[in-house]
């Protein structure tokens, strides 16, 4: 069975950078099917996709985000990561790591880590 | 902004079938994933490309798709069905989008 797990920092100070580690067990981040992703989720509020990577490391990001985000995969550790610069308030919120699946005709997320809550403040 | 969206919050008597939906442009090109999710979990996929289930889903779960909307059926809902629903698509370049999420209160 397929496991995700977050880690980083629970607290970031405005303006500086957010990383996060996603570690997969129970399978190879290099299979050939799947693309890995980070999604967020503000308290009280909704999902949203942050960007996503294949293992080759080609990547697909949040136009509202795009700038601000970079995600990358490390093989070797079975790791992918993602580094968020200049953060403010609005990016406090509980970071989900996951397993993506892309076909023809659409999309779907099987696995999701347990989530991490990262809050920006001074 | 979502380009997906969803009634914020839908009710439902216990053992009847609701309909949640989800209206976008993406959709007339691909398929919506539902995620079902309970406070302090993280989302649970539910339905995804046509109308498949992962292991584990009740067959009470269903989807569906017309033209630029996308529906998730659940057909004699039950108390633990209770949580929010979000539909998932793809857009251009390989981004995924969300809907807004949906509340269910099953009365």
């Known amino acids: 069975q397929l496991q995700l797990q977050e880690s980083g920092p629970g607290l970031v100070k405005p303006s500086e950078t957010l990383s996060l580690t996603c570690s997969v067990s129970?399978?190879?981040?290099?299979?050939?099917?799947?693309?890995w992703g980070w999604i967020r989720q503000p308290p009280g509020k909704g999902l949203e996709s942050i960007g996503n990577?294949?293992?080759?490391?080609?990547?697909h990001y949040n136009p509202s985000l795009e700038s601000r985000v970079t995600i990358s995969v490390d093989t070797p550790t079975n790791q992918f990561s993602l580094r968020l610069s200049s953060v403010t308030a609005a990016d406090t919120a509980v970071y989900y790591c996951?397993?993506?699946?892309?076909?023809?005709?659409?999309?779907?997320?099987?696995?999701w880590g347990q989530g991490t809550l990262v809050t920006v403040s001074s | 902004s979502s380009e997906l969206t969803q009634d914020p919050a839908v009710s439902v008597a216990l053992g009847q079938t609701v309909r949640i939906t989800c209206q976008g442009d993406?959709?007339?090109?691909?398929?919506a994933s539902w995620y079902q999710q309970k406070p302090g979990q993280a989302p649970v996929l539910v339905i995804y490309?046509?109308?498949n289930r992962p292991s584990g889903i009740p067959d009470r779960f269903s989807g569906s798709r017309s033209e630029d909307t996308a529906s998730l059926t659940i057909t004699g809902a039950q108390a633990e069905d209770e949580a929010d629903y979000y539909c998932?698509?793809?857009?251009?370049?390989?981004?995924?989008?969300f809907g807004e999420g949906t509340k269910l209160t099953v009365l």
């Open positions: 996951a397993r993506l699946t892309l076909y023809g005709s659409g999309s779907h997320i099987e696995y």
């Open positions: 129970g399978g190879s981040i290099d299979s050939s099917s799947s693309y």
């Open positions: 990577i294949y293992y080759s490391g080609s990547t």
């Open positions: 993406s959709l007339r090109s691909y398929y």
């Open positions: 490309a046509k109308n």
């Open positions: 998932n698509s793809r857009s251009s370049g390989n981004h995924l989008v």
